[in-house]
């Protein structure tokens, strides 16, 4: 079986982090997040990975090398010229994607984060004996996306609404989807939408079909939600092994801790951290709804609630981060600083506070 994930492009709603790396390989819960999916994908028996991908592919393919071996899954790169939508890159990489068996292949959005329930998928999409299956999930607030309208007892599709005003259903595309080969013949090679244009046309021949996604879902594209996608799936990973959590009296809630950081005295840290390989926490830090990347020092009594600390920096003694503040690649923020809400390009010093949420150059 093979597998498209659509990578596409400059991931500017992470910067800074995607400054210093492309963002399919900025870590999610101290793993890059496309890894969370290709190890869901080999699960269940996917052979293949093709990354749809129009920017840095060489990093992307260097990195990804020595997941190839350790997986043994065989990851290759279908590079476009011009950005072209979520459908084109599926033509683009067409002669990858279809072979002897006919088989279904699945399509992913490289920024979406769940318990993957891929092996349902196979099973839902070989009952209906439709085209095309796609996932979706439930939110309380309809309105924001393009809803899928669909027959509760089959799962199919009957049309897709883009925020409707009144209420016709709670149910969005997920960005899961497990296509037929001949779903290849419905897409031009040009800039074209999955979602707008190819997916109506297949409900509108009555193949497609939607699976209510159990568990968790979140589209991690952009800060808050990333943090969010944090306590979806520390509360995910609670219930299937705790055992990977960290515990002990200076622990609340669900927090994810590499072996090789170095957690100081007189600590509380939690709810809904994740602190990544090589950290020192000094003593008496307090940490809450953050992440803290690789090669990062936080030193004593500073606090941080609600932020994304990026590789290799240093927040001071006694300094106060919170509101969504972001320090990209190698920041330092000076002892007693304040941030709130302060977005810092990579390689700055900051010496005074950010008293209200700005980007600093």
Not at 162 to 172: A, S
Not at 302 to 322: D, F, L, N, Q, Y
Request: glycine share 8%; with cysteine.
């Amino acid at each position: 079986m093979k597998a498209l994930i659509l990578v596409g492009g400059f991931g500017t709603r992470l910067r800074p982090l995607t400054l210093s790396v492309p963002k399919p390989l900025v870590e999610f819960a101290n793993k890059p997040m496309i890894l969370h999916q290709i190890e869901a994908l080999k699960a269940i028996g996917v052979t293949e990975v093709v990354l749809a991908i129009n920017y840095q592919p060489e990093i992307m393919l260097n990195f990804l090398k020595e997941f190839e071996k350790k997986l043994d899954i065989k990851i290759t790169c279908s590079q476009e010229t011009e950005p072209l939508g979520t459908a084109g890159p599926l033509a683009l990489a067409r002669d990858k994607l279809i072979d002897d068996s006919g088989e279904p292949f699945f399509v992913l959005n490289s920024d979406v984060i769940s318990d993957y329930p891929l092996k349902e998928m196979i099973e839902f999409h070989r009952s209906h004996g439709g085209e095309a299956s796609i996932m979706v999930t439930k939110v309380d607030e309809p309105s924001k996306y393009g809803v899928v309208v669909m027959e509760d007892a089959t799962g199919k599709v009957e049309k897709f609404v883009e925020k409707p005003k009144l209420f016709v259903g709670n149910k969005i595309n997920a960005g899961i989807y497990l296509l037929n080969p001949s779903v290849l013949d419905r897409i031009e090679l040009r800039p074209t939408s999955i979602e707008k244009e190819v997916f109506p046309n297949i409900a509108a021949d009555r193949k497609l079909y939607a699976m209510v996604l159990p568990g968790f879902w979140m589209d991690i594209g952009q800060p808050k939600d990333y943090i969010t996608g944090l306590r979806l799936y520390l509360d995910s990973l609670r219930k299937k092994s705790s055992s990977k959590l960290a515990t002990g009296s200076h622990i609340i809630g669900n927090v994810l801790v590499d072996e090789s950081a170095v957690i100081g005295d007189g600590c509380l840290i939690g709810p809904d951290v994740a602190i990544g390989p090589g950290c020192v926490i000094e003593s008496g830090v307090r940490l809450s709804r953050c992440t803290v990347m690789r090669g990062v020092r936080i030193k004593k009594h500073a606090c941080i609630s609600s932020g994304i600390i990026g590789w290799h920096s240093t927040v001071g003694k006694w300094a106060r981060v919170e509101n969504m503040t972001i320090l990209g690649e190698d920041v330092h923020l000076g002892d007693e600083v304040y941030s709130n809400g302060g977005v810092i390009l990579p390689h700055k010093e900051i010496k005074s506070s950010i008293l209200k949420p700005e980007i600093v150059m």
